[in-house]
């Protein structure tokens, strides 16, 4: 017991000597997190209790249970995650404690531990998060909100190694002047919906929130409530965009290495979010407009308010290429931070009023200027 906690301390020692190695950009990401963080909070407390506060209270105590279920599955895919990662690298702790011949029954204790605190920290920040600015959790709801937590922390943990090392039929085009500009679209949106695993559950979430749209405007509700199932469905596929672009970061050298410019890597994950876009706002559009179309509401109306639901959908799929490096794009909690906040502010912006859509140009053209050539030093 006592060489598995020597063995705990020594791994926490390894990581404080990683953080000071590279010091200053660990500073500066963190300084930005916190930043992103409180601000998200602001954003949080000022915009959506405003907007909620609207609502009747057995609608808002329904809002504030479907968000504590969302803390405590995002919670527990990040702690699948994170055990997940260090249980296949190759250069993990547990690895490197079996290369100097530790005892295997010290290596279980260390793992236990290891894999604990893991655990623990994710769900802790769910239930003080949850019980803070949700509602107040008792045994009745806490029970299930465990449950799910450690249903998706574990069935993420023991899911078996990813298969993106395994052959795979090839997407490239015999065109080598076009290889890039199809091939690479192609490849990446194979990369994304159909072999990626957290492309995968975004696209499930995704489905889940496209329904709660149609079931919104199909009820009662204000539009605000159809327009922000919309707008959290085109959210989570900006969630899949955001995986598959730290994913090519581990091995971008390739890219680098055959021309690509930044400018180009760019402007091919803006084709991508193009093809998401409109898969999911033509399918908004048509859906919600024969729904009110065939409540009884006139043509023009039900069209527009449809529009403006699936504008707001695509808002956070647009403008993903244009922030994903703006702080470090290999650390997807970052720019999902990013995008949230300022997904928020105009997708709020054209729900006010149509001219919100001025904003898309001066954001777009400053927020590229600002992470221009990042690619190459990501």
Request: charged share 15%; glycine share 2%.
């Given at each position: 017991?006592?060489?598995?906690?020597?063995?705990?301390?020594?791994?926490?020692?390894?990581?404080?000597?990683?953080?000071?190695?590279?010091?200053?950009?660990?500073v500066v990401v963190a300084l930005s997190s916190c930043v992103l963080a409180l601000t998200f909070?602001?954003?949080?407390?000022d915009f959506l209790n405003v907007q909620v506060a609207g609502l009747s209270q057995p609608m808002r105590d329904r809002f504030a249970e479907i968000l504590g279920w969302v803390f405590f599955v995002v919670a527990g895919i990040t702690a699948g995650r994170?055990?997940?990662?260090?249980?296949?690298?190759?250069?993990?702790?547990?690895?490197?404690s079996q290369y100097l011949g530790t005892l295997p029954h010290i290596i279980k204790i260390f793992e236990?531990?290891?894999y604990g605190v893991f655990l623990a920290l994710p769900l802790y920040a769910a239930f003080y998060f949850t019980q803070r600015y949700l509602f107040a959790l008792e045994a009745s709801n806490l029970l299930p909100l465990m449950g799910w937590y450690f249903v998706f922390a574990l069935s993420i943990w023991f899911f078996p190694a990813s298969d993106k090392d395994a052959p795979q039929d090839s997407v490239a085009t015999n065109d080598d002047s076009e290889f890039y500009p199809i091939s690479m679209i192609r490849w990446r949106l194979t990369q994304m919906l159909l072999r990626s695993r957290m492309g995968k559950i975004c696209m499930g979430f995704a489905f889940?929130?496209?329904?709660?749209?149609?079931?919104a405007f199909n009820s009662t509700l204000p539009p605000f409530v159809g327009s922000l199932a919309a707008y959290l469905a085109g959210l989570i596929l900006s969630f899949a965009i955001i995986f598959q672009v730290a994913e090519d970061l581990e091995s971008s050298w390739f890219e680098r290495s055959m021309g690509v410019s930044h400018t180009r890597y760019v402007g091919c994950y803006n084709r991508v979010a193009g093809v998401i876009s409109f898969v999911l706002g033509s399918h908004v559009f048509i859906a919600v407009g024969l729904m009110l179309n065939v409540s009884g509401m006139e043509f023009l109306p039900a069209s527009l308010?449809?529009?403006?639901?699936?504008?707001?959908?695509?808002l956070p799929i647009i403008i993903t290429p244009w922030l994903v490096f703006q702080i470090d794009a290999r650390r997807p909690a970052i720019s999902i931070m990013i995008l949230i906040i300022v997904s928020i502010f105009v997708a709020t912006?054209?729900?006010?009023?149509?001219?919100?859509?001025?904003?898309?140009?001066?954001l777009r053209y400053y927020a590229l200027k600002t992470q221009e050539a990042r690619f190459h030093r990501a």
């Open positions: 017991m006592t060489l598995a906690f020597k063995l705990y301390v020594l791994s926490i020692k390894a990581f404080i000597h990683r953080v000071y190695n590279d010091l200053l950009s660990e909070l602001y954003v949080f407390n994170i055990s997940r990662s260090e249980r296949l690298a190759d250069d993990s702790f547990v690895e490197f236990i531990v290891r889940i929130f496209f329904l709660f749209t149609l079931a308010i449809a529009l403006k639901a699936a504008v707001i959908g695509v912006a054209v729900l006010a009023h149509w001219a919100g859509l001025v904003i898309l140009p001066f």
